[in-house]
């Protein structure tokens, strides 16, 4: 069974950073397309951003020059830098694989990262 576990989160200032990162356990992580998903306060879960399995990454429109993502594959790991944060990011933040070709249901997910941009 896949296991993600999400870490990073916290309270953060308008214009602040963070580094959000998220082990995955359980499955052959490097053969996957990889994303962050975010869940806003009475709104839908959303795609945040995606890396294929050959490290090229993709990102959604709201968060494209602000946000960064990376994986290590040694490490089972993907993360995801933010920058330039806005009220609107805050949410609680999720990784799971971004492969429907691979897999058409997503994993189980992880109980998540919140993140909190305010003053």
């Known amino acids: 069974q896949v296991q993600l576990v999400e870490s990073g989160g916290g309270l953060v200032q308008p214009g602040g950073s963070l580094r959000l990162s998220c082990v995955v356990s359980?499955?052959?992580?490097?053969?996957?397309?990889m994303g962050w998903y975010r869940h806003p306060p009475e709104k839908q879960r959303e795609f945040v951003a995606g890396i294929t399995s050959g490290g090229r990454p993709f990102y959604g429109d709201s968060v494209k020059g602000r946000f960064t993502v990376s994986r290590d594959n040694a490490k089972n790991a993907i993360y995801l830098n933010m920058s330039s944060l806005t009220p609107e990011d805050t949410a609680v933040y999720y990784c799971?694989?971004?492969?429907?070709?691979?897999?058409?249901?997503?994993?189980?997910w992880g109980r998540g990262t919140q993140v909190t941009v305010s003053s």
């Open positions: 359980g499955t052959t992580f490097s053969i996957y397309d």
């Open positions: 799971n694989h971004a492969d429907r070709q691979r897999s058409p249901n997503l994993w189980s």
